[in-house]
């Protein structure tokens, strides 16, 4: 019987070596089929096999905060790190390049001319994704991907444990809500903070902008290490595209469980191979609320807490 069981736990081992072989290294199902003599259909399910056991045992690595005082000490690390108050993530979407999916059509060909399953993500200051959403079809538009997944519809519904809005420092009689940053691909809102848009911005805009910036290079940073751990984002996924979502979201989480045992390299934050970024401009405007709220972090960043380097920053 122990020897049946050791059988069965070293047989499990290295299926689990092999997939994530393939997930680290970048090699095609062709390599791996000449490496370890098994057929492509195999290795398939293996790796289907295998990803569904690592999302079933590591999916609670990715998770938005519990509680709202779980969510304080998230805007924390972003005060510490980005010097940006009351933000409680960096959101960004990236395109993952696919080999044409067979019976597809257009869904997945994007307005970059490339086929594509999107990833929409939201990260803290620690380089950890908090929230994934993976597999929308690269055709759709960026603002609708986005008013599509559980974390917008929550964040409408307000059941993301959002703290209630507070003074930002003693000085300030203004209460600010707590908000997650992203770029012109997703619509202002009371709880969204993005750029100001245009040419011709005043100095304390671009200021703003370079505040925001700060927070929301930590998303991008994110994937660059994502991308440079998981070498399979290197190249288009030639798999079918429910397998596709497995692997993302499966190296999403393994991301995470490295992060916390390994820690992670500079080096890895400062390019991100094979992700397109969204860029199309989403023209929700906010209201009233919304871009008072945007005016009111400009004028603190502007004057109640300037960094002694932002204006050189925006020449």
Same mark, same amino acid.
């Given at each position: 019987?122990?020897?049946?069981?050791?059988?069965?736990?070293?047989?499990?081992?290295?299926?689990?070596?092999?997939?994530?072989?393939?997930?680290?290294?970048?090699?095609?199902?062709?390599?791996?089929?000449?490496?370890?003599?098994?057929?492509?259909?195999?290795?398939?399910?293996?790796?289907?096999?295998?990803?569904?056991?690592?999302?079933?045992?590591?999916?609670?690595?990715?998770?938005?905060?519990?509680?709202?005082?779980?969510?304080?000490?998230?805007?924390?690390?972003?005060?510490?790190?980005?010097?940006?108050?009351?933000?409680?993530?960096?959101?960004?979407?990236?395109?993952?390049?696919?080999?044409?999916?067979?019976?597809?059509?257009?869904?997945?060909?994007?307005?970059?001319?490339?086929?594509?399953?999107?990833?929409?993500?939201?990260?803290?200051?620690?380089?950890?994704?908090?929230?994934?959403?993976?597999?929308?079809?690269?055709?759709?538009?960026?603002?609708?991907?986005?008013?599509?997944?559980?974390?917008?519809?929550?964040?409408?519904?307000?059941?993301?444990?959002?703290?209630?809005?507070?003074?930002?420092?003693?000085?300030?009689?203004?209460?600010?809500?707590?908000?997650?940053?992203?770029?012109?691909?997703?619509?202002?809102?009371?709880?969204?903070?993005?750029?100001?848009?245009?040419?011709?911005?005043?100095?304390?805009?671009?200021?703003?902008?370079?505040?925001?910036?700060?927070?929301?290079?930590?998303?991008?940073?994110?994937?660059?290490?994502?991308?440079?751990?998981?070498?399979?984002?290197?190249?288009?996924?030639?798999?079918? /595209?429910?397998?596709?979502?497995?692997?993302?979201?499966?190296?999403?989480?393994?991301?995470?469980?490295?992060?916390?045992?390994?820690?992670?390299?500079?080096?890895?934050?400062?390019?991100?191979?094979?992700?397109?970024?969204?860029?199309?401009?989403?023209? /929700?405007?906010?209201?009233?609320?919304?871009?008072?709220?945007?005016?009111?972090?400009?004028?603190?960043?502007?004057?109640?807490?300037?960094?002694?380097?932002?204006?050189?920053?925006?020449?």
């Amino acid at each position: 019987m122990n020897d049946q069981h050791n059988q069965t736990s070293c047989n499990q081992n290295n299926l689990t070596h092999r997939s994530t072989k393939y997930f680290a290294s970048g090699c095609t199902m062709r390599e791996l089929h000449y490496n370890y003599r098994l057929g492509q259909t195999t290795l398939s399910t293996i790796i289907r096999e295998v990803c569904a056991v690592i999302w079933d045992k590591l999916q609670t690595c990715v998770s938005l905060p519990a509680s709202a005082s779980d969510s304080i000490k998230t805007a924390d690390g972003f005060e510490k790190h980005a010097n940006f108050p009351h933000c409680l993530g960096s959101i960004d979407g990236k395109h993952i390049r696919l080999i044409q999916p067979a019976d597809s059509g257009s869904l997945y060909y994007n307005y970059k001319h490339f086929f594509s399953i999107v990833l929409l993500a939201v990260c803290d200051a620690n380089y950890n994704f908090m929230y994934i959403d993976v597999g929308a079809y690269g055709k759709s538009s960026d603002s609708a991907i986005f008013q599509e997944t559980d974390f917008y519809k929550k964040l409408m519904s307000n059941t993301l444990n959002i703290p209630e809005p507070l003074q930002i420092s003693e000085n300030s009689t203004t209460l600010f809500p707590y908000v997650f940053v992203g770029d012109e691909a997703f619509g202002l809102s009371t709880n969204v903070m993005r750029p100001f848009g245009g040419n011709n911005l005043s100095v304390d805009k671009k200021i703003f902008n370079y505040r925001l910036s700060r927070a929301r290079r930590y998303i991008e940073c994110t994937f660059g290490i994502l991308t440079n751990k998981w070498r399979i984002f290197h190249r288009s996924l030639n798999v079918h /595209t429910e397998l596709a979502k497995s692997i993302v979201r499966t190296c999403c989480v393994l991301h995470n469980f490295v992060r916390a045992r390994d820690g992670y390299s500079y080096d890895d934050t400062l390019t991100v191979t094979g992700f397109e970024t969204i860029t199309q401009r989403s023209f /929700t405007r906010g209201g009233r609320a919304a871009t008072t709220t945007r005016d009111n972090f400009m004028n603190y960043f502007v004057n109640e807490n300037p960094l002694s380097w932002q204006n050189n920053c925006i020449n």
